[in-house]
């Protein structure tokens, strides 16, 4: 007997946001299988309100509900029977953020959660990641989002150590990243990797997705410190328009992808990792996942 499901996933981060459908294959004497069958990004980039102005603009609150309308009316065409909506960084760090939440699920019928960093990253962690890890070796799980980057060190098959830091590609791009919070994960890296033999880095989040589309390696393989090094080298060689014309990347891409590599190659220097794993998992997966397992709240349409 086959049945098939429809859940969704909704990633309000501060760069961009997401809604992920995915197709829930069960079937009897079977594991069950997770099939993503839609995915629309929208670059609404709250985190350049939110970290500037401690508040979401009209603007972009317009942005978000015409956002959210659409996503709901995707849903009922898809026909998804459950869902769960996520906010992140920018959204709680909002002065507005729960009356946006609430001018949402008035207005779109869109029930907001919005988390924090621990949430977050235990959310993430729901992800098939261990389908990806060898439960015989070390590694660093890094999370790259606009407004902040969960860390989690896995030794033998379990999570041994989990924090959130406010260092994020929108932070970074705007300058306002203090040296102590850098400094700060310097040391929470080395203290937390330190006396494994080899760390290894699990790389998450869009930016290294597309790096690695553009190394041209294959799946399972990972990219080498000195392969991120040079990518980030060239990258800086080009202007922003550059990068958009030449490099064929997104324009809402284009500017954040060099903080988001900084951060990779600071989390590899400081664990000492020569190699990156890109397993293409994220805070969307993990919410489809802790919605089948009944691990988080989500909504019945």
Known sequence: MLTIKKYAAIDIGSNAVRLLISNIIEQKGRPVKFKKSSLVRVPIRLGSDVFLNGEISEDNKQRMLDTMTAFNLLMKSHKVISY????????????????????????????????NGEEEAAIIAATDLHSYIKEDKTYLY???GG???????????ETVASKSFKIGTVRLLNNIVKKKTWL?????????????????????????NKIFKVSGKVTGTPLT???????YNKLQTYSYEERITELELNQDRADV???????????????GAKDIYVPKIGLSDGIIKSIYYNTVSSVNI
């Not at 407004?147 to 098959?157: K, M």
């Not at 330190?194 to 290894?200: A, E, I």
């Not at 992808?257 to 664990?271: N, V």
């Open 84 to 115: 769960k909506a996520c906010a992140t960084s920018a959204m709680r760090e909002a002065d507005n953020g729960k009356d946006v939440t609430e001018f949402i699920l008035k207005k779109a019928k869109i029930n907001i959660d919005i988390i």
């Open 142 to 144: 890094v999370d790259v």
């Open 147 to 157: 407004g902040s980057t969960e860390f989690s060190v896995i030794h033998l098959g």
């Open 184 to 208: 700060e994960l310097e040391e929470w890296i080395k203290q937390n990797t330190t006396g494994y033999d080899k760390v290894d880095l699990i790389g998450s989040g869009g930016n290294i």
């Open 225 to 231: 410190y000195f392969y991120l090094t040079s990518y």
């Open 257 to 271: 992808i060099i903080p988001a590599t900084r951060i990779y190659l600071s989390a590899m220097k400081w664990s």
